[in-house]
């Protein structure tokens, strides 16, 4: 009989410079400066295996070459970003982790200064802006904290960029 596994979702589990660490790690790997097994590898120095769980494709949105591709990709494990859905972290220390480039990893790339997900995040909070209102003084708060930080954000980017003019 098989026991049922019980999944963790990273930010329940994992410190914030272990995100950090990850999420630099993933980013990497998406934006195609590290394959799936040096991905692995590399997750493998930390004492930690991962695990890709791919998107289930529809063959009725691509044709039969695109959808033939991405099935040999991922019976391979020759996975490109795009293929994954999220991935599963395990070590000596946490089990059954699901890990993704979602709200919380965005978040704290932003916060290390990654300008890519700092740009990221104020789109995020000016989405949230713009689809809430303020109907309660804890919404109003939660409003006016996304304002501060969308400008605290800016600021970085806009230092980052006057820094890396004058190189």
Known sequence: MEKNINYVRYEKA???NEILLYSQIINQFKNRELDFTNLKN????YGITIEAVPFHFSEKMMTVIEAD???KRISEQNYQYGDINYFILNSDEFKNIIFCMDYKAIEVLANYGISEYQETMISI???????SYDKDDNLAAERNKWKRRIEELKSQLSKNNSYNKTK
């Open 69 to 71: 591709a991405i099935n």
């Open 42 to 45: 590399m997750f493998l120095n």
């Open 125 to 131: 909070l000016t989405t949230q802006l713009n689809q």
């Open 14 to 16: 994992l410190t914030d």
